[in-house]
Protein backbone atom coordinates (compact mmCIF):
# COMPACT_ATOMS: atom_id res chain seq x y z
CA UNK A 1 0.00 0.00 0.00
CA UNK A 2 1.22 3.28 -0.85
CA UNK A 3 1.72 5.89 1.70
CA UNK A 4 2.94 9.58 1.62
CA UNK A 5 2.97 11.01 5.23
CA UNK A 6 3.89 15.46 5.60
CA UNK A 7 5.52 16.19 8.39
CA UNK A 8 7.35 19.92 9.34
CA UNK A 9 4.08 21.91 8.90
CA UNK A 10 3.37 24.56 12.42
CA UNK A 11 3.13 28.12 13.54
CA UNK A 12 5.47 30.49 12.08
CA UNK A 13 5.47 34.44 11.86
CA UNK A 14 5.45 36.52 8.88
CA UNK A 15 8.61 36.23 7.17
CA UNK A 16 9.81 32.86 8.73
CA UNK A 17 10.50 30.01 6.69
CA UNK A 18 9.59 26.14 7.69
CA UNK A 19 10.73 23.00 5.66
CA UNK A 20 8.05 20.25 4.96
CA UNK A 21 9.39 16.34 4.18
CA UNK A 22 6.96 14.22 2.69
CA UNK A 23 7.98 10.43 3.54
CA UNK A 24 7.09 7.63 0.59
CA UNK A 25 6.09 4.02 1.22
CA UNK A 26 5.17 1.31 -0.59
CA UNK A 27 5.90 2.62 -4.23
CA UNK A 28 9.04 3.45 -6.35
CA UNK A 29 9.80 7.14 -5.93
CA UNK A 30 12.68 7.80 -8.26
CA UNK A 31 10.05 6.89 -11.54
CA UNK A 32 8.01 9.45 -10.64
CA UNK A 33 6.62 13.33 -11.18
CA UNK A 34 6.28 14.17 -7.19
CA UNK A 35 4.76 17.59 -5.75
CA UNK A 36 3.05 20.02 -3.41
CA UNK A 37 -0.27 21.57 -3.17
CA UNK A 38 -1.82 23.42 -0.45
CA UNK A 39 -5.65 24.20 0.75
CA UNK A 40 -6.60 27.20 2.23
CA UNK A 41 -10.07 27.14 3.75
CA UNK A 42 -12.83 27.78 1.46
CA UNK A 43 -10.30 27.49 -1.11
CA UNK A 44 -9.36 24.94 -3.78
CA UNK A 45 -6.53 22.90 -3.67
CA UNK A 46 -3.55 24.71 -5.17
CA UNK A 47 -0.24 23.09 -7.17
CA UNK A 48 2.88 25.12 -5.81
CA UNK A 49 6.05 22.91 -7.01
CA UNK A 50 6.70 19.80 -9.00
CA UNK A 51 9.59 17.94 -9.10
CA UNK A 52 10.24 14.90 -12.33
CA UNK A 53 12.35 12.50 -12.16
CA UNK A 54 15.17 13.67 -13.58
CA UNK A 55 14.57 16.94 -11.53
CA UNK A 56 13.05 19.31 -13.35
CA UNK A 57 10.89 21.82 -10.71
CA UNK A 58 8.13 24.13 -12.04
CA UNK A 59 6.49 26.71 -9.39
CA UNK A 60 3.28 28.55 -9.04
CA UNK A 61 4.05 32.13 -9.55
CA UNK A 62 3.04 33.04 -6.15
CA UNK A 63 5.58 30.84 -4.44
CA UNK A 64 8.17 31.15 -6.93
CA UNK A 65 11.64 32.86 -5.63
CA UNK A 66 10.20 31.91 -1.98
CA UNK A 67 9.86 27.97 -2.03
CA UNK A 68 11.73 25.25 -3.27
CA UNK A 69 11.36 21.90 -3.98
CA UNK A 70 13.35 19.26 -3.84
CA UNK A 71 13.82 15.11 -3.76
CA UNK A 72 16.15 12.38 -2.10
CA UNK A 73 15.41 9.40 -3.78
CA UNK A 74 17.94 7.24 -1.51
CA UNK A 75 15.29 8.61 1.26
CA UNK A 76 11.87 8.45 -0.86
CA UNK A 77 11.41 11.59 0.58
CA UNK A 78 10.51 15.42 -1.11
CA UNK A 79 10.55 18.56 0.45
CA UNK A 80 9.65 22.18 0.40
CA UNK A 81 11.39 24.55 1.89
CA UNK A 82 9.22 27.85 2.34
CA UNK A 83 11.26 31.29 2.70
CA UNK A 84 9.63 34.79 3.61
CA UNK A 85 6.43 33.21 4.81
CA UNK A 86 3.17 35.55 4.64
CA UNK A 87 -0.15 34.82 6.32
CA UNK A 88 -1.77 34.65 2.65
CA UNK A 89 0.65 31.01 2.72
CA UNK A 90 -1.66 29.98 5.89
CA UNK A 91 -3.43 26.65 4.36
CA UNK A 92 -2.99 22.09 4.70
CA UNK A 93 -0.50 21.51 2.43
CA UNK A 94 -0.57 18.01 0.52
CA UNK A 95 2.77 15.81 -0.97
CA UNK A 96 1.22 14.16 -4.07
CA UNK A 97 3.01 11.65 -5.88
CA UNK A 98 1.77 11.07 -9.91
CA UNK A 99 2.36 7.45 -11.26
CA UNK A 100 0.28 8.48 -14.24
CA UNK A 101 -2.30 6.17 -13.68
CA UNK A 102 -3.07 6.78 -10.24
CA UNK A 103 -2.64 10.17 -7.97
CA UNK A 104 -1.68 9.28 -4.42
CA UNK A 105 -2.17 11.72 -1.47
CA UNK A 106 -0.50 12.06 1.85
CA UNK A 107 -3.38 13.54 4.99
CA UNK A 108 -1.51 16.81 4.72
CA UNK A 109 -0.04 19.53 7.40
CA UNK A 110 -0.94 22.52 8.68
CA UNK A 111 0.96 25.62 7.67
CA UNK A 112 -0.31 28.58 10.14
CA UNK A 113 1.60 31.69 9.40
CA UNK A 114 0.41 34.74 11.82
CA UNK A 115 1.66 37.39 14.39
Known amino acids: QVQLVESGGGLVQPGGSLRLSCAVS????????VGWYRQAPGKERELLAR???????NYADSVKGRFTISRDNAKKTLYLQMNSLKPEDTAVYYC?????????WGQGTQVTVSS
Open 96 to 104: NLDRGYTQT
Open 26 to 33: GSIFSNYV
Open 51 to 57: ISSGGIT
